[in-house]
């Protein structure tokens, strides 16, 4: 992966998503290992202290758990936990924005769900 070091996201949100779609993909599983800050740093070239934030939002949303002297590990709860994050959060946000511009264009919300459902009936084809 390569991360946006021009964007308006800080490198270390970026190496939490990274480390949330790792556990979404199913490559980090409950109770695996995480990456190490060090890890981390080599793999995206960054500096230990940014990658170990990266770590620490983790560990403050319950996404990971530290063992004293071993590194950190994948929650139970992980996987769901993500998840729901991310629909509550990105998802609606999302919506608002085409929602808003639907009206901004005058498109009703019947003309709306006839999209959605073509949009989402195309990507079940692929």
Do not use: C
């Amino acid at each position: 992966m390569q991360l946006n070091s021009d964007g308006t996201k800080p490198i270390y949100v970026q190496i939490a998503e990274w480390l949330e779609n790792e556990i979404i993909a199913d490559h980090l599983k409950t109770d695996d290992k995480v990456y190490s800050q060090y890890q981390l740093a080599e793999l995206f070239n960054i500096n230990p202290a940014t990658a170990g934030k990266g770590l620490t939002l983790l560990l403050e949303e319950q996404i990971v758990y530290k063992k004293r002297g071993l590194g950190m590990f994948v929650t139970a709860e992980a996987k769901k936990m993500i998840l729901e994050k991310r629909r509550n959060e990105r998802l609606t946000l999302m919506i608002q924005e085409i929602v808003l511009e639907a009206k901004r264009l005058m498109v009703s919300e019947d003309e709306l769900i006839t999209l959605i459902k073509r949009a989402s009936s195309k990507e079940e084809g692929k």
